[in-house]
């Protein structure tokens, strides 16, 4: 069964801490993984579209990664402004077109 | 990307009403998605809507309880019917990203914050 897995449920850095949110995955064969940004009473807001490992992709403060097996959210120098859940998808090559399976996502809060 | 609205941002009702969703895109697009989003939890995906034919539901989600409608290339509603309060949600919308490369990312509307009393 295709899974997707997202740790930790939460995390609290201070402003500047960088650090890492972590997308595990378990498919048939992958068409893509996506990032989003949700802030809270709001739809999730596309970031990255990761289709094979070793691929990353960068934007402001964000790099996303890609291996066979996880992918990687790093966050460097974050602001306060970055606090959000992140959630991670794929899109699995077994499920039917255009489905893609939705993690639990990464509530990341940055204080000042 | 696509600009997606919805309708209404939110609303209150009361058990065993129906509450009709509506979901404008500023695009033409094939297919359309509706997600419900349980307080706390993450995207579980209820249907997919083409225009012009049956939209496809997911396992444990029925027609009689979320009928759809998909009348043109810009437009989809989705109904909740004989609401409880277990229905309490964020409902949303969405469209696939179609930039002619394969990929298969989806952009979503801000949601409709459903309680149900």
């Known amino acids: 069964e295709d899974q997707v897995t997202q740790s930790p449920e939460a995390l609290r850095l201070q402003e500047g801490e960088s650090s890492s949110l972590n997308c595990s995955y378990t498919?048939?064969?992958?068409?893509?993984l996506f990032w989003y940004r949700q802030d809270p009473g709001k739809g999730p807001e596309f970031l990255f579209t990761?289709?094979?490992a070793g691929e990353e992709k960068e934007k402001e403060r964000l790099k996303a990664t890609l291996t066979k097996k996880e992918s990687f959210l790093h966050i460097t120098a974050p602001k306060p402004e970055d606090s959000a859940t992140y959630l991670c998808?794929?899109?699995?090559?077994?499920?039917?077109?255009?489905?893609?399976?939705f993690g639990s996502g990464t509530r990341l809060s940055i204080r000042p | 990307s696509a600009v997606i609205s919805q309708k209404p941002s939110r609303d209150i009702c009361q058990r065993g009403t129906s509450l009709t969703i509506q979901c404008q895109v500023d695009?033409?697009?094939?297919?359309m998605f509706w997600y419900r989003q349980q307080p706390g939890q993450s995207l579980t995906l209820i249907a997919t809507a083409n225009q012009g034919s049956e939209a496809t539901y997911e396992s444990g989600f029925v027609i009689d309880k979320f009928p759809i409608s998909r009348p043109n290339l810009t437009f989809s509603t989705l109904t909740v019917s004989n609401m409880s309060p277990e229905d309490s949600s964020i409902y949303l919308c969405s469209v696939e990203g179609g930039s002619g490369t394969g990929s298969y990312e989806q952009y979503f509307g801000p949601g409709t914050r459903l309680t149900v009393t």
């Open positions: 990761l289709y094979s």
């Open positions: 498919v048939s064969g992958l068409r893509g």
């Open positions: 998808a794929v899109h699995p090559v077994s499920s039917s077109a255009s489905k893609i399976i």
């Open positions: 695009s033409q697009v094939t297919m």
